[in-house]
């Protein structure tokens, strides 16, 4: 399904990179799960690092990462969600057109906070089951004091646009004899060897021994 | 060295997270490259991921990967940039005390656009440096054309603070005894086996053949 970009989401630089389609951008959403969230406070811009979960056409994150935010947030906020996947560094001849390949998507929209009890509880499942499937029923569940300390923050995925870069590096023609190596390094997250915590006597169980990032 | 936080970058959330000192900053600004920048327009917050190089206090980004930004950069605009790495997953036995382990730094600050022509390219070739150690020299440097199609910010780093988490989950006393697994799965970034252009004969020179963003 692709969306008509609104003048704000509409890829400026660059625009061969844009992408509007919303399966697309469901792609990238869900192989990423760490965005970052810009809000304003006082005519100044902030930017917070922060988790985040997915149900359909809906992005939740925590309200507690980002108290500067909510401190700010009766009736919602504009907010943009920009979430980043970053494939490859692009080596070419000239410094000019040295480039990244990466896959992110820009939401704008206005955040509010969830007060329903039975969409919070949702929410915060969405967020757990979109970093790591199957650990919310493997976990002892949110008692009513924790749910009560806990803001979650939904914002509708309406205009979003993303941007793409894939594939080696174009240099202008006449650099191509330029005596250099040219090519791509290709970057991705790497999942390491878990560490046991040492009041832990459990197996290390089959849902987390897979774990990858990168879809199937 | 530690600097005092402003009201603004006092860290609001788990303030035992907080880092002031800027060699620590330094640190971690100098293993990661992607940046996540933020500005307003028209009330409404922007965050695009662009890369950045560092020269002392001073950060560098290239103003084409933010031309949004540029068109209203006259006598400079105020920024938030943020540079998040990602270390691992950190697990506990209840949902509530599930964590990440990670590292980040937040900057205020004011972009202006670079206008002194010798400032300019130092501050591409630190942003060469930074992101690729030796690639600089190793390529075909900008042309007058080229240096004209660029604009790069200056940002000073004067305003920041940091926010680090490292170890195991914390839990709660009475969740130990739950049965489930604890621990940390950790994330790094993986440097993938290069992929050659096909235009290009060069062997892979020697400076990319130990790539790695972990410091030694």
Same mark, same amino acid.
């Given at each position: 399904?692709?969306?008509?970009?609104?003048?704000?989401?509409?890829?400026?630089?660059?625009?061969?990179?844009?992408?509007?389609?919303?399966?697309?951008?469901?792609?990238?959403?869900?192989?990423?799960?760490?965005?970052?969230?810009?809000?304003?406070?006082?005519? &100044?811009?902030?930017?917070?690092?922060?988790?985040?979960?997915?149900?359909?056409?809906?992005?939740?994150?925590?309200?507690?990462?980002?108290?500067?935010?909510?401190?700010?947030?009766?009736?919602?906020?504009?907010?943009?969600?920009?979430?980043?996947?970053?494939?490859?560094?692009?080596?070419?001849?000239?410094?000019?057109?040295?480039?990244?390949?990466?896959?992110?998507?820009? #939401?704008?929209?206005?955040?509010?906070? +969830?007060?329903?009890?039975?969409?919070?509880?949702?929410?915060?499942?969405?967020?757990?089951?979109?970093?790591?499937?199957?650990?919310?029923?493997?976990?002892? &569940?949110?008692?009513?004091?924790?749910?009560?300390?806990?803001?979650?923050?939904?914002?509708?995925?309406?205009?979003?646009?993303?941007?793409?870069?894939?594939?080696?590096? #174009?240099?202008?023609?006449?650099?191509?004899?330029?005596?250099?190596?040219?090519?791509?390094?290709?970057?991705?997250?790497?999942?390491?060897?878990? +560490?046991?915590?040492?009041?832990? &006597?459990?197996?290390?169980?089959?849902?987390?021994?897979?774990?990858?990032?990168?879809?199937?």
């Amino acid at each position: 399904m692709s969306t008509n970009p609104t003048p704000r989401t509409r890829v400026v630089r660059e625009p061969d990179r844009a992408v509007y389609d919303r399966d697309a951008v469901n792609r990238i959403l869900d192989e990423a799960f760490l965005c970052h969230a810009g809000f304003v406070v006082d005519g &100044q811009p902030f930017v917070i690092p922060t988790s985040y979960g997915r149900n359909g056409n809906v992005l939740y994150i925590h309200g507690s990462a980002a108290s500067r935010m909510l401190r700010n947030l009766d009736k919602g906020i504009p907010v943009c969600v920009t979430v980043t996947l970053l494939d490859g560094l692009v080596l070419a001849r000239s410094i000019f057109n040295h480039s990244m390949n990466y896959r992110s998507v820009v #939401i704008l929209g206005t955040a509010t906070l +969830i007060d329903d009890p039975v969409e919070k509880i949702a929410a915060l499942r969405a967020l757990s089951e979109h970093i790591l499937p199957q650990r919310w029923d493997d976990s002892r &569940q949110p008692n009513e004091k924790e749910l009560k300390a806990t803001s979650v923050l939904r914002i509708p995925i309406d205009e979003f646009s993303a941007k793409v870069r894939v594939g080696p590096p #174009i240099d202008d023609e006449p650099d191509y004899s330029f005596p250099t190596w040219a090519g791509v390094i290709p970057l991705d997250t790497r999942v390491g060897a878990p +560490i046991r915590d040492e009041r832990c &006597q459990r197996e290390f169980p089959e849902y987390l021994r897979n774990y990858t990032r990168t879809p199937k």
